[in-house]
C-alpha cells in the first residue's frame, strides 16, 4: 500500500541506489542492439565548484533530453567530467595553505605544490558531482573525465604542437587582460565590470614651437584620463581628422608633461570631437584601443607597469629611450619608480597641477574592469604570451552554422555567434599559473653558425615532451650534449668558459616555460577529448558528432566557438548538430542574482525543502525559450503540490483496485469516459513528444501538468466516481484497468521531469499485476496512436460546459452550495442527446438541479454560450442582480484607475530610464493582469445584463 504521504528525502536517496545498482545510466543501457546513439557532453563544472541555480537549470534540461531519449530506446551517452579551473582550483589550494601557515608556493618549489593540489582534488575537489546526481542526473558516471587526466592531457598535447606547427599557435608580445593580484592574464570571461565613481583629469599638453603657458590654450592641447598614471607611457596624442579645431595640429607634436618625451598628434577616427576636449592621450602598452590606434600609425610602446601594476622607470629601456637627462625627469622617476598604481596616480596629479599642467577634475561614473577572482582592476598589459589564430579556425565554424550544419535554439543567438565570430581577435591561451597544461615549449640560447651564444636572446623547441624537444636541441646546437635544466640561469651555469672565445660549447641547458594553458583550450577539446581521441576509440565513432549541447549565452564566445573550431579542425566535423541556449534564472522580482543583493537561491535547500522533482519541473516548465526565468520557492513549492497530487491520484487508483492488466488494448474500450481517457493520453503523449523533439520544455511540461492535474485528476478521476462505487460488472472492471493503464502511460510521460516519484510510483505499482520488466528509467516511452474522436468531443463537450457554467457562477458570485436551474435554448439533437447521456454528471459537477429546454431565455438570467446552444442560468431569487452589478461595477473603476496609474509610470520617459529592468518589467506585469481583470468584469458584466 502507497504511503499516505510522498516523502521525497526518503525516496529520493532510494532510488539514485537502485538505478546505480541497475546501472540504468551507463551508454546504451537499455538499447537493442544497433539502436541509433544520441550523446550529449555536460558543460564541465569547475572542479572547486558547487551546485547554483544555473547548474540546476542547466543540467535538468539534459537531464530532460537524455531520459527522453533513452526511453525511446536510443544509446544514449551523457558524457560527466570536471574542469581542473586553473585560476580558481590554484587560488584555493594555496590559501588553504596559508590559513595553515605553511610555506607559499614559490616556497615549495612547482612539483611540491602541484602534488598538493592533486591531494586536495582527491580530498575535497569535485562536489558538485554528488550535488548533481541529487538532482537526478542520470550522466553515465562510470565514463566521468577530468581536464587534467592522463587522456585529456594526452589530447592537449596533441592539439598544441599540431596547431604550432601548422603556424596557427605562436607566441607574440601584445595586450592581455591582467590581474595584477594572481600575476596572471585572465580571459575576457573573468573580467567583469564594475561601475565605479571616479574621477576625470584633464590634462594640458605644451605644443612643441610654442611657450607653454596655463592661461592661452593656443600653447597646450588638452586630454582627459580616467587613470593618470598611465600617461607616462603616452606616445601620441589623436584627434578626429575632420575636427576643424585640431586639424591643424596634426603631424606636430606635444611635449609629454613629466617626461620630456616627444610625441606626434595624429589625426585618427577612434577620437570623438564630441566627447571631453575631443583630443584623447595614446598609452598603446595600456590600453586595448590604443594599442589598436598604436598599430594603425606605428607608435612605440611603452610599459610603465610591471606585473603587481607597480609603476617601473629606472632601467626601464622603452621609457629612456630617446629621453634626455632632465631634472624635471630625474624627479619623476625619483617620485614615482616602485610605486604602487595608486599610490603613483596621486603623486601623477599632484605633480601636474605644480607644473600647471592640471586644466580641472571632474566627478566620473564610469565602468572599471575587475578580475572575477582577484576583485581588483585589471590593466592592459604588454607581455609575452601564446595565442591562437582563431580568425583561421573560425573560418570553417561561421560556415558551419550558416550552412545549417550546426543550428541554434533560439535562432537569435546565430548572430551573437556570428558578430563575434567573425570580429574575432587571437586568442591568448598562456596564464601565468602552476595548476594546469604546461606548455610543452622549451627554450635554449641562441646561437649563430660559429656557435657563438646570445644571453640575450633564446630559441625554442615545441614538442609532446623533453625528450622530443632535446633531440630538436641536439640538431639545432650542432650534435652538443643537451640537458634539461630549470631556467636560463642554470642554462647559464652549465656553458664552457671557451664559448666566450666564440669556440660552441660542448653542453647546453634548456629549459620549460613556466605558463599553463588557458583552461578553455583543454575544454574546447570536450565533446572528443573525452571520447578517447587521439585514439580511435569505439566511442569516439559512435558518439562523435553528438548531438545537442546545452548551455548558458554568456559561453557562446569562450567554449562554444572554440569547441566548434577545435571539432572541425582536428574531427573534420562538428562537435553537435545543436546548440540549445537556456535562459538566465533571476528571482521572482526579475533581479539577476548576487550574492551583494542577498536574492541567491540555493537549490540544494530547495531539492532539502521540496524534494529534487519540485525543483526540476519547476525549471523545465518555466524554461520558455528565449526568455529568463522568474524564480521562487512559492513556485517550487507549486509544483511540490503537484507531485503530491500525482501521489494521491495513484492512492486512489490503488484504494480502487485499480491494477494493470496483462494485454490491455484502448481499442477494445467500451465505456465512453475509459475511451476519452484513452484519446486525451495519446494526445497528450504526442504533445510532450513533439514540444521536446522541439526543444520546447516548458510546452512539453505545461502539457503533462495540464493533462495530469485537469484531464486526469481533477476530471477523469471524478467522472468516473460513479462506476468505481457503482455494483461491479464488466464497466467497473474496464474503468480500474483502464485508471492503471493511463498511471503508467503518466509515469513514464513524466519521468524525464520528475524521475524519483515516477520511478517510486513504477516500482510501487509494479508490485501488483504483472510483472515490470525493467525500471521506469530504461522502460518504454508512451508512443500511442489509439483516438476515439467522437468519445473524446463528446466528453470535452461536457468538460467545458461544467467549466464555463463553474465560471459564470463565479463571476457573478453565486453561492459556491446553491443548485441552480439550467434553461437551454437553440440545442440540436446531438446537444439534447448528450444532455441526455450524462444528465447525472453534469447535475452533480455543475451544481444543476432542473434542465429545461425552451426557445426563448427567462428573466434575470446569465447566459453562457456552449456551441451552437446558450445555456442560461437564472438567477432571480439567488443573486441580487442590481447589487452585484454595482459591485462589478465598483471593481472596474478601480482596476481602471490602476491600469491609468501604471500607463502614466510606463509613459514616463525619466522612471523608465532611470528605472532597474526588473522594476519595469513588474509594472508591465501588473498593467497585463489590471487589463485581464477589467476584462472578465466586463463578460460578468454582459452576462448579467443578458
Not at 603587481?308 to 629606472?314: I, T, Y
Not at 524534494?611 to 525549471?619: E, I, Q, S
Request: hydrophobic share 45%; with cysteine; glycine share 6%.
Amino acid at each position: 500500500m502507497l504511503d499516505k504521504t510522498y516523502e521525497a528525502a526518503a525516496v529520493e536517496p532510494r532510488i539514485s541506489d537502485l538505478w546505480e545498482k541497475a546501472g540504468a545510466f551507463k551508454a546504451g543501457a537499455g538499447a537493442a542492439p544497433g539502436a541509433e546513439s544520441f550523446a550529449i557532453v555536460i558543460p564541465p563544472p569547475n572542479v572547486t565548484g558547487s551546485l547554483h541555480i544555473g547548474h540546476a537549470l542547466n543540467n535538468t534540461l539534459q537531464d530532460v533530453l537524455a531520459r527522453f531519449e533513452r526511453m525511446r530506446g536510443k544509446d544514449v551517452l551523457w558524457q560527466p567530467g570536471l574542469d581542473h579551473a586553473g585560476i580558481a582550483t590554484q587560488m584555493v589550494v594555496e590559501r588553504q595553505m596559508a590559513e595553515r601557515q605553511e610555506p607559499d608556493r614559490r616556497a615549495i618549489g612547482r612539483e611540491a605544490f602541484v602534488e598538493k593540489v592533486w591531494a586536495w582534488k582527491a580530498e575535497s575537489g569535485g562536489a558538485i558531482v554528488g550535488q548533481l546526481k541529487r538532482l537526478g542526473a542520470s550522466c553515465d558516471w562510470s565514463r566521468e573525465r577530468f581536464t587534467m587526466d592522463e587522456g585529456l592531457s594526452k589530447a592537449v598535447l596533441k592539439v598544441f604542437v599540431e596547431l604550432y606547427r601548422a603556424g596557427l599557435i605562436y607566441k607574440d608580445k601584445r595586450l592581455v587582460n591582467w590581474d595584477p593580484k594572481l600575476k596572471t592574464a585572465i580571459s575576457d570571461l573573468e573580467v567583469v565590470p564594475v561601475e565605479t565613481k571616479g574621477k576625470l583629469w584633464h590634462f594640458r599638453y605644451p605644443i612643441e614651437g610654442r611657450a607653454f603657458d596655463p592661461l592661452d590654450p593656443e600653447s597646450f592641447i588638452t586630454v582627459a584620463t580616467t587613470r593618470p598614471e598611465t600617461m607616462l607611457g603616452d606616445t601620441a596624442v589623436a584627434v578626429h581628422p575632420e575636427d576643424e579645431r585640431y586639424r591643424a595640429l596634426i603631424g606636430k607634436h606635444v611635449r609629454l608633461p613629466l617626461v620630456g618625451r616627444r610625441i606626434p598628434i595624429v589625426g585618427d577616427d577612434y577620437s570623438d570631437p564630441e566627447k571631453g576636449s575631443g583630443a584623447v592621450k595614446i598609452t598603446p602598452a595600456h590600453d586595448f584601443n590604443d594599442f589598436e590606434v598604436g598599430r594603425r600609425h606605428n607608435l612605440r610602446l611603452i610599459s610603465v607597469l610591471d606585473r603587481e601594476a607597480n609603476v617601473v622607470l629606472a632601467g626601464n629601456e622603452d621609457f629612456l629611450a630617446g629621453l634626455a637627462h632632465s631634472d624635471e625627469l630625474a624627479a619623476t622617476i625619483d617620485a614615482l619608480d616602485r610605486q604602487d598604481r595608486f599610490t603613483a596616480r596621486k603623486a601623477v596629479v599632484a605633480m601636474m597641477e605644480e607644473g600647471g599642467y592640471l586644466e580641472k577634475i571632474e566627478d566620473h561614473a564610469h565602468t572599471v574592469p575587475h578580475g572575477d577572482r582577484g576583485g581588483v582592476p585589471i590593466e592592459p598589459l604588454l607581455t609575452d604570451q601564446w595565442y591562437v589564430d582563431a580568425k583561421t579556425l573560425a573560418n570553417p565554424a561561421i560556415a558551419s552554422v550558416r550552412e545549417g550544419r550546426t543550428v541554434f535554439v533560439p535562432k537569435n543567438w546565430e548572430k551573437t555567434y556570428f558578430e563575434w565570430m567573425e570580429n574575432i581577435q587571437p586568442w591568448t591561451i598562456s596564464r601565468q599559473l602552476w595548476w594546469g597544461h604546461q606548455i610543452p615549449a622549451w627554450y635554449g640560447w641562441e646561437r649563430d653558425t660559429e656557435g657563438r651564444v646570445s644571453l640575450v636572446k633564446t630559441t625554442m623547441f615545441v614538442d609532446y615532451d623533453a625528450d622530443g624537444a632535446r633531440v630538436q636541441a641536439e640538431q639545432y646546437y650542432g650534435g652538443a650534449e643537451v640537458r634539461i635544466v630549470t631556467d636560463g640561469d642554470a642554462a647559464l651555469a652549465l656553458l664552457d668558459e671557451p664559448w666566450q672565445k666564440g669556440v660552441p660549447p660542448s653542453v647546453f641547458g634548456i629549459w620549460r616555460d613556466e605558463d599553463v594553458l588557458d583552461t578553455w583550450f583543454s575544454s574546447a577539446l570536450w565533446p572528443f577529448s573525452t571520447l578517447g581521441w587521439p585514439d580511435e576509440t569505439a566511442e569516439l565513432a559512435r558518439y562523435y558528432p553528438t548531438n545537442v549541447l546545452v548551455t548558458g549565452f554568456d559561453i557562446i564566445f569562450f567554449w562554444v566557438a572554440r569547441m566548434m573550431m577545435m571539432g572541425l579542425h582536428f574531427m573534420k566535423e562538428e562537435p553537435f548538430s545543436t546548440v540549445y541556449i537556456h535562459a538566465l534564472v533571476r528571482d521572482e522580482k526579475g533581479a539577476k542574482m548576487s550574492k551583494s543583493k542577498g536574492n541567491v537561491i540555493d537549490p540544494l535547500e530547495l531539492i532539502d525543502e521540496y524534494g529534487a522533482d519540485a525543483l526540476r519541473f519547476t525549471l523545465a516548465a518555466m524554461a520558455a525559450q528565449g526568455r529568463d526565468i522568474k524564480l521562487s520557492a512559492n513556485r517550487v513549492e507549486g509544483y511540490r503540490n503537484f507531485a503530491t497530487k500525482l501521489w494521491n491520484a495513484a492512492r486512489f487508483a490503488e484504494m480502487n483496485g485499480a491494477v494493470r492488466t496483462e494485454g490491455f488494448d484502448p481499442a477494445g474500450l467500451g465505456e465512453r469516459l475509459n475511451r476519452w481517457i484513452a484519446t486525451e493520453t495519446t494526445r497528450a503523449a504526442r504533445a510532450v513528444t513533439e514540444a521536446l523533439e522541439a526543444f520546447r520544455f516548458n510546452d512539453a511540461a505545461g502539457a503533462a501538468y495540464r493533462f495530469v492535474w485537469n484531464t486526469y485528476c481533477d476530471w477523469y478521476l471524478e467522472l468516473v466516481k460513479p462506476v468505481l462505487m457503482g455494483p461491479d460488472g464488466p464497466a467497473k472492471d474496464e474503468t480500474r484497468a483502464t485508471i492503471a493503464w493511463v498511471l503508467d502511460r503518466i509515469v513514464a510521460l513524466l519521468h524525464p521531469f520528475m524521475p524519483f516519484i515516477t520511478e517510486e510510483l513504477w516500482q510501487r505499482t509494479g508490485e501488483a499485476g504483472p510483472k515490470r520488466e525493467r525500471p521506469l528509467v530504461t522502460s518504454a516511452w508512451p508512443d500511442l496512436a489509439f483516438e476515439d474522436a467522437a468519445a473524446a468531443e463528446e466528453i470535452n463537450w461536457l468538460v467545458e460546459l461544467i467549466t464555463a457554467i463553474r465560471s459564470a457562477r463565479t463571476e457573478v458570485n453565486v453561492p459556491a452550495g446553491a443548485q441552480v436551474p439550467v434553461v437551454v435554448l437553440g440545442a440540436s439533437e446531438t446537444t439534447k442527446a448528450r444532455f441526455a447521456a450524462h444528465d447525472a454528471l453534469f447535475r452533480r459537477l455543475a451544481r444543476v438541479n432542473d434542465v429545461a429546454f425552451a426557445d426563448a431565455a427567462p428573466k434575470g438570467a446569465v447566459q453562457v454560450v456552449h456551441g451552437e446552444a446558450t445555456v442560461c442560468l437564472p438567477l432571480a431569487g439567488i443573486v441580487d442582480i442590481a447589487a452585484e452589478t454595482a459591485r462589478l461595477d465598483k471593481e472596474r473603476a478601480k482596476a481602471a484607475q490602476e491600469i491609468a496609474k501604471i500607463e502614466a509610470k510606463l509613459g514616463n520617459e525619466n522612471f523608465v530610464s532611470r528605472a532597474p529592468e526588473e522594476v519595469i518589467e513588474e509594472q508591465r506585469e501588473r498593467l497585463a493582469e489590471a487589463r485581464a481583470l477589467v476584462a472578465r468584469i466586463a463578460a460578468a458584466l454582459d452576462r448579467l445584463k443578458g
